[in-house]
């Protein structure tokens, strides 16, 4: 990612997205006892009946802090149940809700059960709706839900009375044949779907391949099934295929162009063959070059250097123009917008554009004149901007450059352009330096490559090194995105605002912060967290001790989860990560429509007085941003797989690991050189273990050994399943014993 670390979202309002943490989780998890009052359940088990996608750990530190309020009772072995209440019980967790005059809109989270809770903004505690009360809504749908108080244990119950929107309409299955009726099977985890297909929509699919199906009629009534056309016949593909186009569907992108948008593309000419018009500025006898990973095909940033009398030197910052292509309204935009983004996992991309966007058109390729939006910066002797111009240019890339290509010219000072990219490093060096200077937060985090064989499977796994070349493509990224908003911000300052989109984010919360601080001090490490520059400053010397200490290298996940996660909004509360009072994202409009949204208002407002509705934009911003999550939890979800695939191979082998994490059952434990994290319970250890109330470490029960987070431990691979994604490990004594 060039631009901005990725956190853990946030919102003003608390965090209200229990499988992520924070107060949604505890009214989930008291919830789930309260229905199930008899039973025990551990962190593990918790895990995969709520599908809670945090660590153990936190898991069962939430079990903790509600059994010291009495809620939960321990019940051995790691396991808690429900806490006898006295005459009525406690209904603390019971929310006074006056409901809003549209009624309650939420997204539908699924439980394995046919169930689910409808999450809304606003409820701490989520509602619980049956299954036949669901209206056919299925996971991630967006509902309307009429709400009523639960009889017995149950606190919040509802009905879905409207759809709102589908998360998904397309989903992976098996051609059944059965009663002179064709239907598609579905591999659905939530719930499994029998979609009719009549036998003209069949694509010449036969009986028993594997098909991608979109539903064009949902059910009005019980008994009924949805109906489908077959858009899609994977046939015999493999399972790494089957599986990668299941994460995308899962996450409700299309794997694929539908042929008219297809068509629409290939209709387009290439505008830079076009006459030129006036309003263009030809930056082609300029140097101007590219740098960007070696597999990229999408190159949608450009970098000129023009070294000018006086010690001036001009930069220019140039992207491909897409709006030049995709017009409002066109099947294109529509279908860009519905998109978002372009979804990385680790063998592909699905992209936001067809290939003949993506890839050729927009791309700014070698030897090739293109459209661009740029921005022009001329710098003083001292590096500092004394003259900025935006709008619309032609530039010709001189030269391709990969990262790896542009890093041996900055260190070996020579080859191709070797001043102008000695200059573009030494500036960088000076903006990012500022940066942190003025409270920019530093959070590397290691990026996990693959190395696959020609089926996908997984040869090598390895941690992508950051050159300075990264870093100075970074800066100079986010040096055009800052004076973008700052133009927008200045433009409606002496009258009335217009409307933008903002890439901001909110300050951490002060709970989380708190908490992890406790978590730090049992560690050694004094945070100071009195203010929002505080908490910053404290986070970059913590970034830099966990270089040495790899205890401390443990805490950096945890302290991104206290972070708010940057977002999109017509809001501008500046980026907090960032240290910046605007910000926008304008520099990625072949993989981002945030950037399109972007280019056209900024275009507009260069030349007259433009104003889009504000609450329509901001209803786009919250759609681009639900985008961007889903498209992070697919690119996630491919990484584990594939993780897990390269350990399949891997059962028996011996790895040196280190602690991350603890539960009342387990150890977790990051493999060295793998990245790949796996559980040792204290069944496959030496003798029983008690861990801390802090979870920070466990005592041997016989021996009264110490284990700590962070320390280092050799382990075996016992098992690695691709169905739960979960390794299973056992700890070795140096010379391989048990």
Not at 14 to 37: A, S, V
Not at 183 to 188: A, K, L, N, Y
Not at 215 to 230: L, V, Y
């Amino acid at each position: 990612m060039k631009e901005e670390n990725k956190g853990t979202r946030r919102s003003k309002g608390g965090n209200r997205n229990p499988r992520k943490g924070g107060p949604g989780l505890t009214f989930k998890i008291m919830d789930f006892f309260e229905r199930n009052e008899r039973k025990r359940y551990d962190a593990p088990q918790l895990a995969k009946k709520l599908r809670l996608k945090i660590s153990y750990a936190e898991i069962d530190q939430k079990l903790g802090f509600l059994a010291s309020k009495g809620k939960l009772k321990a019940a051995g072995g790691g396991t808690y149940k429900l806490a006898k209440q006295g005459n009525g019980g406690d209904r603390a967790f019971k929310p006074r809700i006056a409901p809003p005059k549209d009624g309650f809109v939420g997204r539908v989270d699924m439980t394995r059960s046919g169930d689910a809770f409808i999450i809304i903004d606003g409820l701490e505690s989520d509602v619980f709706v049956q299954g036949r009360r669901l209206k056919f809504a299925m996971n991630g749908d967006l509902v309307k839900v009429e709400l009523k108080q639960g009889g017995g244990k149950r606190k919040l119950e509802g009905a879905v009375v409207e759809i709102i929107e589908r998360k998904r309409e397309k989903f992976l299955g098996t051609l059944r044949y059965e009663g002179d009726e064709y239907f598609v099977e579905t591999e659905d985890q939530y719930l499994a779907l029998n979609i009719v297909v009549k036998e003209k929509y069949l694509k010449e699919a036969k009986e028993g391949d594997l098909v991608v199906v979109k539903i064009t009629k949902w059910p009005q009534k019980r008994n009924d099934f949805p109906k489908g056309d077959i858009i899609q016949v994977l046939g015999g593909v493999g399972s790494n295929e089957i599986t990668m186009q299941q994460i995308l569907l899962n996450q409700g992108f299309d794997p694929g162009f539908a042929p008219e948008l297809e068509e629409e593309a290939a209709m387009l000419k290439d505008g830079a063959k076009e006459k030129k018009p006036a309003w263009r500025k030809d930056y082609r006898k300029e140097i101007t070059f590219t740098i960007d990973p070696e597999t990229a095909k999408d190159f949608d940033d450009a970098l000129s250097v023009k070294f000018l009398p006086d010690g001036l030197c001009e930069i220019g910052i140039h992207i491909a123009d897409v709006t030049h292509y995709i017009q409002p309204g066109t099947l294109l935009d529509k279908e860009a917008f519905s998109r978002s983004t372009s979804v990385y996992l680790v063998d592909r991309v699905a992209p936001m554009l067809p290939e003949k966007l993506s890839n050729e058109l927009c791309s700014l390729r070698p030897h090739e004149d293109k459209c661009t939006f740029s921005a022009i910066f001329t710098f003083d002797a001292e590096d500092t901007i004394v003259k900025k111009w935006f709008g619309k240019t032609l530039t010709h890339s001189d030269r391709r450059f990969t990262y790896e290509e542009a890093q041996d010219v900055i260190v070996s000072r020579k080859g191709d352009h070797w001043k102008e990219l000695k200059k573009l490093n030494r500036m960088a060096e000076k903006m990012r330096a500022n940066r942190f200077k003025k409270g920019a937060i530093n959070f590397e985090s290691d990026e996990v490559k693959f190395k696959l064989d020609d089926q996908g499977v997984p040869l090598e796994v390895y941690v992508k090194e950051r050159f300075a070349a990264h870093l100075l493509v970074e800066e100079f990224m986010l040096l055009a995105n800052r004076e973008v908003a700052g133009f927008m911000v200045e433009k409606g300052q002496d009258e009335q605002e217009y409307p933008f989109v903002y890439r901001v984010h909110d300050y951490p919360d002060a709970d989380r912060v708190a908490d992890f601080t406790k978590f730090a001090m049992e560690l050694g490490l004094k945070l100071d967290t009195s203010s929002p520059a505080a908490i910053a400053k404290s986070f970059n010397m913590l970034s830099k001790a966990s270089e040495e200490n790899n205890a401390l290298r443990m805490l950096g996940p945890m302290a991104i989860r206290t972070m708010a996660k940057a977002i999109y909004t017509t809001e501008n509360i500046g980026h907090y990560g960032l240290a910046f009072n605007n910000y926008a994202h304008f520099t990625s409009p072949i993989r981002r429509y945030a950037d399109v949204l972007v280019h056209r208002i900024l275009f507009k407002n260069l030349t007259e007085h433009y104003r889009m509705d504000k609450s329509v934009l901001e209803s786009m911003c919250k759609h681009i941003s639900a985008q961007e999550k889903k498209a992070a939890e697919a690119e996630r979800e491919s990484i584990k797989y594939k993780l897990v695939e390269f350990m399949e191979t891997r059962v028996g082998q011996i790895f040196d690991g280190y602690v991350t994490g603890m539960i009342d059952r387990g150890i977790f434990v990051e493999l060295v050189g793998v990245k790949a994290e796996g559980m040792v319970g204290f069944e496959n250890m030496s003798e029983p273990f008690v861990v801390s109330d802090s979870h920070l470490k466990a005592r041997g029960r016989r021996s009264g050994r110490i284990i700590k987070m962070g320390d280092k431990i050799r382990v075996k691979v016992l098992s690695a399943d691709l169905s739960t994604r979960r390794i299973e490990l056992e700890e070795i004594g140096e010379k391989g014993e048990q």
